[in-house]
Structures are given as structure tokens and as C-alpha cells.
């Protein structure tokens, strides 16, 4: 997934290092709308400024060690920094909100494979 700012577009992914950088600004997802109704508006700005800029470097880690894997050279852009993320206006960062919420669901979605019962022969009847 990715999100476009300044004209260039920008991987993003929910990682552990975001999870990390999103619970020391606002206390952990489950503590996100908490965060938001106590800061007011301009913090409930600086906090999805915080996400934004933590998904970012996530997602750009994230190419770089596909990018290592795979034995190619990264060439996609560097993490942009929480202070140009804040260069942003409200409406431009407010219109990314759909983004940065269906990155965190996508990196917090778990999937679980069930094996098939083994069918069960009946005991023979006395």
C-alpha cells in the first residue's frame, strides 16, 4: 500500500518499529481515541501526523529488507520525516486518514488455518 504526499508516492506498513513509534505518541492502538479526545484538535493533528510518519519509515524498512532479500538495491524513496509530514495541511493529512487506517488493519490482521478433522471411525457396537 501506498500514499501519495508531495507528488511521490511512499510505501506504507504497519510495522512492529510503528506500533513501537504510535504507542510512546498516543499509548498504544487501544488507547488511540483516548489520546485524540484529550489532546484536542491540533493534537489529534500531530498525533495522526505521528502515524503517518511511523507508517512511512515502516514501510520503506519494510522495501528495503524485501529489497535485500531478493538480492536487488532499494530504490524507492527515504522515509519522510515527522516535521515534513507536519508541512502538510489539515485537509491534505485528514484526506490520508483512510489510508493510515487501512494500513494498520492490514499489518494488525491475523489469519488463522484450521486443519481439517480427522474423521472418526465409529467403534464397532458389542
Known amino acids: 500500500m ?3 504526499i508531495f507528488g511521490r508516492e511512499y ?3 504497519y510495522t512492529i518499529a510503528a506500533e513501537n513509534a504510535i504507542a510512546e505518541r498516543a499509548g498504544g492502538l487501544e488507547n488511540l481515541n483516548a489520546a485524540m479526545e484529550k489532546e484536542g484538535a491540533a493534537g489529534r493533528m500531530d498525533i495522526l501526523a505521528a502515524m503517518l510518519a511511523a507508517l ?3 514501510g520503506v524498512a519494510r522495501a528495503k529488507l ?3 532479500l531478493a538480492g536487488d538495491e532499494y530504490t524507492g524513496p527515504e522515509a519522510v520525516p515527522l516535521d515534513d509530514i507536519q508541512a502538510l495541511t489539515v485537509a491534505e493529512l485528514t484526506d490520508l486518514s483512510g489510508a493510515i487506517t487501512a494500513a494498520i488493519k ?3 490482521a491475523v489469519t488463522v488455518e484450521l486443519q481439517p478433522q480427522k474423521k472418526r471411525t465409529p ?4
Not at 467403534?123 to 458389542?126: F, N
Open 11 to 13: 510505501p506504507i506498513k
Open 2 to 4: 501506498t500514499v501519495n
Open 56 to 58: 512511512i519509515s515502516g
Open 123 to 126: 467403534r464397532p457396537s458389542k
Open 106 to 108: 492490514e499489518g494488525s
Open 66 to 68: 524485501d529489497a535485500r
